[in-house]
């Protein structure tokens, strides 16, 4: 047994595996070969790169058990720049220098079992070499399993711990192991990144990355030796790549590759001396990012005396300004970025103490201290404003651009507490809301950084909200809400809650616009605690005591908390049951935007929005304008992932007819991130006072009274709130709310004294004059920073790779500006005045626009760079210098300015690519290289030779360029080492205005590495140009001056130029039109275009024949083959609208894309079965023919009648009808397709032809109106320009418009004629002539009305004879568009030839909200059927769209009808039926003799009243009751006539009746009835007949009235509303809370409401209770019995039988709880025996 075991135990032992830690053994030290290199570049051939190497001797040795010392000897840096292998690596001996003072210092770190601890470095030791160490060490870190040779595990090293493979190949022969790992780089738990910029970038957790744009893995390879006394590492190798897509593209990206070797060289004896200085610990071997802010990628400035330098480079930046050189200017902009970043606070106050009195360096000082975001340029910036020493404006646009730019740390943010208590920013509300605002965008900041945010930081935010709250200041509370939303910290929720009544009583009596601010201060806190934000917007969403936009805005942060599936179908199950149809729309169009997106981190609440739609009802999707929407237009590519969506929010309101809330953002996505670049918002209340009478003093009226005392008689009363104007905006950019403004009557008037003193208009319009005439004389410059974005990333080497970009903009403005007024105006002036004066306008205006946009990829320290810079530059600049005389009188405007002398760069955009290098030690060598080289050197005879040094043992592939790049390189031919020259491609684009003198062209250069790679990033990588340019145009003739000169009115004919003339003189008075009536003809060339006119009419009737010899359509090719005689005839037959004899051998295309309903499809697709039959359709006459053969039309017919049309036309595809004009239309005649094709076709052909050749000149009978003629002024020579001359023509039934432009040069005979007239109220047509006479070129259209199938439509046709090449070009481009577009619209389409010079679109009303839409096209047809219109078409109620006609269809004042219709409100009364403002029908038999609040004024103005009752004679004829001001009208029916009473005097009914108010009233006959309009008052007419009533009130007064009539506020779901709020249980209930009681001894009405009690036993809860009602109901007086009773429903409230409670005396029963429901009896009728009256 004992020998069993010891073998067992030997066994054991010699299984296990070796232990392949390396170890250095104590009194040894070790010596390694070092070698580094690192290279950026594109992995193309060809292509420039730069690069870093870094070589060094490196010593090893063990000082105690854990702790070991190295030493870093000879340590030498070289730089590539250029093109491998042509140019190699240079040693830069003095950067090697400043690297060995800190390298050659020993280093301690601790090493257990081959993994690296602490590192202790000398104390002085900058964190670059620290780095450097750490790349060194990073490569010994090796963890072993002993029992595993392939394992993965999460491995600490210089980017953090990340997940590591390792594979071991142990060769225990030879006493060698190999060991591999690699990294993926983009999977580690604490990854070693810093991101500066990138606070407002908000990246997807959730988000599973198919494609990363940013990819790096790292590999080592490991090569041991053991023996008895251990295991050495004799080499160790890595190799790390990061691949960098900007555009996410996979054959599109720039490579980053970095490697290592450390050699094993010998050991020796002598170990390293112990370090002299004191050592600190600097951490583990994670990368540590230097504590100051990183470098620019500009050129490295070398700081030995920072004032002078400050000094030189402001000088330095402003001359450049001044001479113009922009580039230059910004360059330096950035290098006093950088500057002010290291400066003191005591060297920014002497450099501004320099040049504070001078104006040119004060806008470029400012903003960088701005930009530069450090703690000391904060702090100077506060002190400024506190010293004043800065004006209103400079503060205000230096403030949100230093708390955007400030770097977040505890230092910054004590100073942005102080800013909030500053005097001097308390005093200008604008700077404290930019303070408060940014104060909030900063703690955002710096807690975005931290797990949990101090309290301390909130503090201000919350104590401003405390305090506005005590003082019940709206402004302060919206501030306060504002700030705490930019915040955006959890911590802040409860104080959120005070403001919402869902959470807090108090919050009831705030202004509505708060509740809205509180719900929008929880967007952001959404993004850290969802699930709380997400149960808090739920709850305020179902709460249906709130306003609507309250609720519509938390229906917006609740989908921005992505909530799931069952919350998303919950809240679709309550839109079902949900009262208000504003919310509902809202909430709907908003699923509906969201289940339609694209956004993959946004896919699983699309997924859950497409699915709970399908629970709502469809008639969601069929609400008007009228009702809150969402518009959502966005999309997204997932082959870059990149996307943006543009969403706007329309808040409707009751009281508005138009969205009172308009909220549009701008969101962008990219790579799993999500940005929001740009909110605006646009809050309005009240502005209907603004349109409207505002000195009526509606309170001193007795109607005002009297509706005071009647809502005393209703219970629970309650009037709408008032509203003052208001208009309120804010703007939010990257997330964060910068400003905001409200704008109030208050607020205008302040600003009226701040600028002018005084609060009267007159004044300020005065000052305003009086400064435009002394002229404007000034220089504006505004520089800004507009943003810098850094993520940076350690390579194993230990420098930083550093991506991103910054850019600078500047805005300049030179203006010299002198304006003479005559006569001057006097101090009380009137308006009108303005329009009597001459002004004479001395202007110089020069703008410019400079942007600078640097991205860089490599490395960038303050010691060197090396890597990759694209540079982008935008510049616009022009120069406005005229003189303008402005005749307001006269109506005469003439210019003057000078022609270009020169060539004038008006626009320009460059780009380009090199490859940098810089060290800080030679900052005048600096290196650049463009990514693509201009030609190829000759280098076949010059073989590579290695820099020196480079061949010695120990490199690897004779220092090599890495793999990845160079992988060109390394294959091929001879040739592949040269350089690749890009394509150049340059192209000039001009066009010439000899005329003027001057020429504008459009140039454009490139050379890019796209030859390599069909990619973004290829595309981009190279040189690109751009420039618009005006050039000077060399003629005979010098020009001296350019003219324009507009003439209006009466003398407009004086202008015109005679070309026979010299053209030097201008006509002092006006001719009389009788002696230029001829002449007109002969100067416009009109005689020869209407001589030619004729011939055209002519000649057009057969164009279609003409059209096979010589087609110039538009999508014809030049050398396409013309049309056969077949098509020509089809094709003439098609300018009816008729199909073309040819379908048949075509195929119909469906489109499976997005349709607008199930009905639509399947009508569509059946119609596309029918395509390809035979036949044809005649909707005129509302039958369907066909007959045997579509060429044969003289064949057996068979035709369908009216009768069997209905059943058939659905059947039939809507491509297959054709439009009839209204003008040929003819219903006493049956028409039949031969009939049509030879008198339809026609007739359609002479109206187009009509159109194409007007024979009218205007001018034989109208003078010009007005005259507008563009000249050069030449010194020796004639003046050459254009002349345009405008004639109209406006008669009752037809109205004209003709416009001729033509070359005042004599020799010319380019013209241009177009006419457009409105022939009758069915059609409008008209025509556009250029060329040589008009004759070179033709376009005709036409707009008319008639019949397609069976329903009213329009037509609007379009016909060609001739365009030039680039119209065709471009409508091609078009219309290769045209079938993806209907696939994306839900639209159908069908291939089918048509007349290639003709397109036609035909819209079809099918019923007053959608419509039938065909567009036929030359090749194609597109059409679609019931597509919703935006607001319905107006017609009387009743008639049918198809039974309108169409002869008599005005389309153009029925859509101005529809509109203006839809802006008003009707509620009618005939007989027991009643219809409300909103369109709800409800039957109600009023009590007899008892008045009802039929429509009132609930407003507090209280302006209105009417009331109506039923009279005793007949249950038909009914009594009204007007109350307004000081009126009362009554309106009622004695003997069968109407009768009127105007304060009880009985007055001629025949005899209009006027009110001598402040707000007039007008009474007259209409028809059989009497009409009342005072439309001051709101009601726009009343129409009474003593049978029906019609009341139509202005659309200002929409959610301000109530009655049986409503509410006018289309919330048709909360009609039945009673006048305590609630709503009533059925409409007799409804009808009978608005009845008025009356005294029962001197009113006629004996009803009066009561509360009620339920006699019979109840038992609520199990337990006996009495019932008591919540509503009273309608009882007959004490003394009286019911004569007449009707069941209502009502709602009781039930108390235990034995409780105190009762009927006596209870007024607050209304307020109670309902608990059941019960039918009770309401009396209608009562029956009075002789009452006792107090005399």
Not at 703 to 726: A, I
Request: charge should be positive.
């Amino acid at each position: 047994m004992k020998g069993l075991i010891v073998t067992l135990v030997l066994a054991l032992v010699g299984g296990q595996k070796q232990d392949l830690e390396p170890v250095f053994h104590m009194g040894k030290t070790y010596l390694y070969g070092y070698d580094s290199i690192i290279v950026h570049g594109l992995p193309k051939r060809g292509l420039a790169m730069a690069g870093m190497r870094l070589t060094a001797k490196v010593e090893i040795s063990r000082v105690s058990q854990t702790d070991h010392l190295l030493q870093i000897r000879s340590p030498k840096l070289e730089e590539h720049n250029g093109f491998w292998p042509m140019d190699s690596f240079i040693p830069s001996l003095r950067l090697s220098e400043t690297i060995a003072e800190c390298l050659s210092q020993a280093f301690k770190f601790e090493y257990t079992e081959g993994r690296v601890g602490s590192i202790f470095v000398p104390e002085d030791c900058p964190i670059l070499c620290t780095n450097l160490v750490r790349g060194i060490l990073n490569m010994m870190q090796i963890t072993i399993k002993k029992s595993q040779n392939v394992y993965e595990l999460q491995e600490a090293g210089i980017e953090g711990i990340c997940q590591t493979r390792y594979i071991i190949q142990d060769d225990s022969k030879n006493n060698r192991a190999t060991i591999s790992k690699s990294k993926d780089l983009t999977d580690c738990q604490e990854k070693a990144v810093k991101n500066i910029g990138m606070g407002y970038i908000r990246p997807c957790p959730t988000c599973v990355p198919k494609v990363r744009n940013i990819k790096g893995t790292v590999m080592f390879t490991y090569k041991m030796k053991y023996d008895d006394s251990g295991v050495s590492l004799t080499s160790a190798t890595s190799e790390q790549v990061y691949q960098i897509s900007p555009f996410n593209e996979p054959n599109g990206a720039a490579i980053m590759e970095a490697r290592q070797e450390l050699s094993l060289v010998g050991v020796k004896r002598t170990p390293i001396s112990a370090p002299e200085t004191r050592l600190q610990k600097q951490g583990s071997l994670r990368y540590h990012f230097s504590g100051e802010l990183l470098q620019m990628p500009i050129p490295l400035i070398r700081i030995k005396n920072l004032d002078l330098q400050l000094t030189e480079t402001l000088r330095q930046l402003i001359q450049h300004n001044e001479k113009g050189s922009t580039k230059e200017a910004s360059v330096k902009f950035l290098q006093m970025v950088q500057l002010f970043r290291v400066a003191t606070l005591d060297q920014i106050e002497s450099l501004w103490l320099q040049f504070v009195n001078q104006r040119a360096y004060r806008p470029w000082f400012l903003s960088t201290i701005c930009a530069a975001g450090a703690t000391d340029t904060f702090r100077f910036l506060k002190q400024k404003i506190h010293d004043e020493k800065l004006n209103i404006w400079e503060a205000a646009a230096t403030l949100p651009l230093a708390f955007h730019f400030v770097t977040p740390n505890k230092q910054t943010l004590e100073v942005a507490s102080t800013f909030l208590t500053c005097p001097q920013i308390q005093r200008v509300l604008m700077h404290r809301i930019i303070v408060y605002l940014g104060y909030g965008s900063m703690v955002n900041k710096y807690c975005a950084q931290s797990l949990l945010c101090p309290n301390e930081l909130l503090q201000p935010l919350h104590d401003l909200a405390t305090e506005a709250t005590s003082k019940r200041d709206a402004k302060d509370m919206s501030l306060a809400l504002k700030a705490i939303g930019n915040a955006g910290e959890p911590a802040s929720i409860k104080r959120i809650l005070k403001f919402l009544p869902t959470f807090s009583s108090a919050a009831l009596s705030l202004p509505n616009r708060i509740h809205v601010d509180a719900v929008l201060a929880l967007r952001k806190i959404a993004r850290k605690d969802p699930p709380k934000v997400r149960d808090i917007a739920l709850q305020v969403f179902r709460d249906i005591t709130l306003a609507p936009n309250v609720r519509m805005v938390a229906c917006v942060v609740l989908f921005e908390t992505k909530p799931a599936l069952p919350m998303v179908t919950a809240l679709a199950s309550s839109l079902l049951t949900e009262p208000s149809l504003q919310v509902a729309s809202f909430t709907y169009s908003h699923m509906k935007a969201l289940a339609a997106g694209r956004i993959p981190q946004l896919h699983k609440l699309s997924s859950a929005c497409n699915i709970a739609i399908k629970l709502l009802s469809p008639r969601l999707d069929r609400l008007s304008y009228r009702y809150s929407k969402v518009i959502n237009v966005g999309d997204y590519s997932r082959e870059y992932q990149a996307g943006a969506i543009w969403r706007i929010y329309l808040m409707n309101s009751p009281s508005t007819m138009f969205p009172s809330d308009i909220i549009t953002k701008v969101r962008g996505y990219y790579a799993n991130t999500a940005t929001d670049i740009i909110e605006v918002a646009l809050r309005s209340q009240g502005l209907a006072k603004l349109i409207r009478k505002q000195n009526i003093r509606f309170a001193e009226y007795d109607t005002y009274k009297t509706l005071k005392e009647l809502s005393k008689t209703f219970l629970g009363w309650k009037e709408l709130p008032s509203e003052d104007p208001l208009l309120s905006a804010y703007i939010k950019v990257l997330g964060q709310e910068i400003a905001f403004v409200d704008i109030d009557k208050d607020a205008i008037q302040q600003l009226m004294m701040h600028l002018t003193g005084s609060s009267n208009w007159q004044p300020v319009v005065k000052k305003i004059v009086e400064e435009v005439q002394r002229g404007i004389s000034d220089r504006w410059t505004l520089p800004v920073m507009v943003g810098e974005l850094w993520h940076v990333v350690p390579t194993t080497v230990g420098v930083p790779l550093q991506l991103g970009l910054c850019g600078a903009v500047v805005g300049q403005a030179a203006a010299d500006v002198d304006i003479q007024m005559s006569p001057p105006l006097p101090d009380n002036f009137r308006p009108s005045q303005l329009l009597e004066t001459k002004m004479d306008v001395h202007a110089d205006i020069r703008p410019k626009v400079y942007f600078h946009m640097i991205a860089m990829m490599g490395i960038n320290t303050q010691y060197f760079q090396s890597g990759l810079e694209f540079h982008a530059e935008f510049r616009a600049n022009t120069t406005m210098k005229f003189d303008a005389r402005i005749n307001m009188k006269e109506k005469n405007l003439k210019i003057e300015t000078l022609p270009c002398h020169q060539e004038a760069e008006l626009a320009a955009v460059r780009s380009e690519v090199y490859a940098i290098s810089r060290n800080m030690e030679e900052v005048d060598s600096e290196k650049e290289s463009q990514l693509i080289p201009k030609e190829v050197p000759n280098i076949s005879d010059q073989p590579f030779e290695p820099p020196e040094g480079s061949s010695r043992p120990g490199s690897w592939k004779q220092i090599s360029i890495p793999s990845v790049i160079s992988k060109g390189y390394e294959q091929g031919s001879e040739e592949t080492h040269y350089p690749n020259v890009g394509r150049l491609y340059t192209r000039m684009f001009c066009k010439t205005f000899e005329s003027l003198g001057c020429s504008t062209c459009l140039s454009l250069k490139s050379q890019n590495s796209a030859f390599l790679g069909n990619t973004y990033l290829h595309k981009f990588a190279g040189e690109l140009e751009a420039k618009i340019i005006l050039n000077p145009v060399h003629t005979d003739a010098d020009i001296e001056k350019i003219e324009l000169e507009i003439q209006a009115g009466s003398k407009a004919a004086s202008k015109i130029i005679d070309v026979a003339s010299s053209g030097l003189k201008e006509e002092e008075e006006t001719s009389p039109y009788e002696d230029i009536k001829a002449k007109l003809k002969k100067i416009l060339g009109i005689e020869s275009v209407f001589m030619a006119a004729n011939k055209t009419r002519r000649r057009t009737k057969r164009i279609n024949r003409e059209y096979k010899t010589a087609d110039t359509g538009l999508w014809a090719e030049p050398s396409a083959s013309h049309l056969s005689s077949s098509s020509s005839s089809s094709a003439a037959s098609f300018a009816d609208g008729k199909e073309p004899g040819n379908d048949s051998r075509k195929d119909e295309i469906r489109q499976s894309g997005k349709k607008r309903g199930s009905k639509s499809s399947s009508r569509s697709s059946s119609g596309g079965r029918s395509g390809g039959s035979s036949g044809s359709v005649s909707s005129a006459s509302g039958k369907i023919c066909s007959s045997s053969s579509q060429e044969d039309h003289a064949g057996d017919r068979h035709c369908i009648g009216d009768s069997e049309y209905s059943n058939q036309q659905v059947s039939l595809p809507v491509y297959r009808f054709w439009f009839k004009p209204a003008d040929e239309q003819n219903p006493g005649r049956e028409i039949l397709n031969s009939s049509i094709t030879s008198s339809s076709s026609s007739a359609s052909n002479e109206g187009i032809s009509r159109a194409m050749s007007q024979p009218t000149f205007l001018g034989d009978s109208k003078p010009p109106i007005l005259a507008a003629v563009l000249r050069a002024i030449h010194r020796k020579k004639q003046p050459t320009g254009l002349q345009l001359v405008l004639y109209t023509d406006a008669q009752p039934k037809r109205s004209r418009i003709q416009v001729f432009v033509s070359s005042i040069t004599g020799p010319s005979r380019w013209k241009l004629c177009a006419d457009a007239s409105v022939i009758n109220y069915r059609k409008v047509s008209g025509s556009l002539k250029w060329g040589k006479d008009c004759q070179d070129y033709q376009i005709a259209s036409q707009i008319a009305t008639g019949q397609f199938a069976s329903y009213p439509a329009m037509q609007m046709k379009l016909e060609w004879l001739k365009v030039p090449s680039i119209v065709q070009t471009t409508a091609r481009w078009f219309y290769s568009f045209l079938p993806g577009a209907a696939y994306v619209l839900g639209y159908s389409l069908r291939q089918q030839l048509g007349p290639s010079h003709q397109a036609a679109l035909v819209m079809a009303l099918t019923s007053p909200r959608t419509c039938d839409v065909v567009f036929k096209l030359p090749e194609l047809t597109i059409y679609n059927r019931a597509i919703r219109l935006p607001l319905p078409f107006w017609s009387r109620p009743g008639t049918l769209i198809s039974t309108l006609s169409s002869s008599g269809w005005n389309v153009f004042s029925q859509v101005t009808l529809s509109i203006i219709e839809s802006l008003k409100a009707q509620c009618s009364v005939s007989q027991n039926m009643i219809t409300t403002f909103n369109g709800v029908e409800f039957n109600y038999s009023m009590p007899v003799n008892c008045y009802h609040v039929l429509v009132q004024d609930c407003s507090p103005e209280l302006k209105f009243l009417v009331m109506m009752k039923r009279l005793e004679e007949s249950a038909d004829l009914t009594a009204i009751n007007v109350r307004l001001a000081s009126h009362e009208v009554e309106m009622y029916v004695s003997n069968g006539l109407i009768q009127l009473k105007i304060n009880g005097v009985l007055a001629p009914r025949d005899v209009p009746y006027t009110s001598n108010s402040d707000a007039s009233i007008l009474i007259s006959s209409e028809e059989e009835g009497l009409a009342l309009k005072a439309s001051d008052y709101g009601i726009d007419k009343l129409y009474y007949d003593g049978h029906k009533l019609e009341i139509q009130v202005a659309f200002w007064m929409a959610g301000k009235t109530c009655g049986i009539c409503g509410k006018y506020d289309a919330e048709k779901e909360r009609e039945y509303q009673m006048p305590s709020g609630y709503l009533a249980k059925d409409a007799v209930s409804f009808g009978q809370s608005w009845l008025i009681s009356e005294d029962p001894c001197t009113g006629a009405c004996k009803l009066q409401r009561k509360f009620v009690k339920i006699e019979k036993p109840v038992a609520f809860e199990k337990t006996a209770a009495k019932c008591f009602s919540v509503e009273p109901v309608l009882r007959c007086v004490e003394g009286c019995s019911a004569a007449g009773t009707v069941p209502v429903s009502v709602g009781f409230h039930c108390v235990p039988a034995d409780s105190a409670l009762s009927l006596e005396g209870q007024h607050r029963l209304g307020q109670k709880s309902e608990d059941i429901v019960s039918s009770v009896p309401a009396h209608t009728a009562c029956s009075c025996p002789q009452q006792p009256c107090p005399v």
